[in-house]
């Protein structure tokens, strides 16, 4: 059983596959189609930008199709970088720089200011146009540095206070059993019937 997902993300893809492969269902992402041109992300919301790319390759593919849209909530920032969390030091920049600006934006912010969620909203899209959507978050506080070497994006300066190490810190196995993404996978497993068919 096969589950296209509507990704170019190469840190999204791993955690995706290894999720879903413990109920037997097997991941192609859009890395697996490079010849597919980028979906422009101009949405306001996750869910927003989480189906149009869902529902733009469900249409092409003829296939069900689920798409992930995420990022981090810092509560000092007014919630930024938010949506705009690829992209928060600027188009073409790198997961490093985002990660820096973050901690330029917080300097002098005291610890208990620095509260902050990674959020997922996974879309699920039919050719029809019928869609469904599952959300996740996880809760952190961001570091004052980069810690860890693990996962990706904005993984090592998010502090988790239930495991006492930043996200990047974590085995892949126990990023992947409490982060956003598993979680809002969680929900949709509950809805197993909805991957059917
Ligand atoms: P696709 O649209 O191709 O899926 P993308 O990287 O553009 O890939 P988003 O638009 O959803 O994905 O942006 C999400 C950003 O939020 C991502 O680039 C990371 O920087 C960050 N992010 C999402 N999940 C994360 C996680 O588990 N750990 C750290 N950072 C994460
Ligand atoms: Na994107």
């Known amino acids: 059983k096969t589950l296209i997902i509507a990704t170019k993300n190469q840190g999204k893809a791993k955690e995706l596959a290894s999720i879903f492969s413990e109920d037997g269902i097997e991941v192609k992402t859009l ?6 041109p980028d979906i422009v992300e101009d949405g306001e919301t996750f869910q927003e930008n989480a189906l149009k790319k869902a529902s733009v390759i469900a249409k092409e593919f003829q ?3 689920l798409a992930d849209d995420s990022g981090l909530i ?3 920032l007014g919630g930024e970088p938010g949506v705009y969390s ?4 600027g188009e073409g920049k790198d997961d490093q720089a985002n990660l820096e600006k973050v901690l330029l934006e917080l300097k002098g912010v005291p610890i208990d200011k620095r509260t902050a969620r990674f959020h997922c909203t996974l ?3 039919f050719p029809t146009g019928e869609s469904h959507f599952f959300e996740g978050d996880c809760e952190g506080i961001i570091t004052e540095e980069p810690k860890g070497n693990g996962g990706f994006g904005y993984d090592p300066i998010f502090f988790v206070p239930e495991k006492g190490v930043t996200m990047a810190e974590l085995e892949p196995v126990e990023k992947n ?8 996978i969680e929900v949709l497993k509950k809805n197993q019937h909805l991957l059917k068919g």
Do not use: F, G, N
Request: charged share 25%.
């Open 31 to 36: 890395l697996d189609y490079p010849e597919i």
């Open 177 to 184: 059993k409490i982060s956003h993404r598993a979680k809002a």
């Open 86 to 89: 690829a992209r928060y030091a």
């Open 74 to 76: 810092v509560d000092a």
């Open 123 to 125: 879309a699920l899209a």
């Open 63 to 65: 296939l069900p199709v």
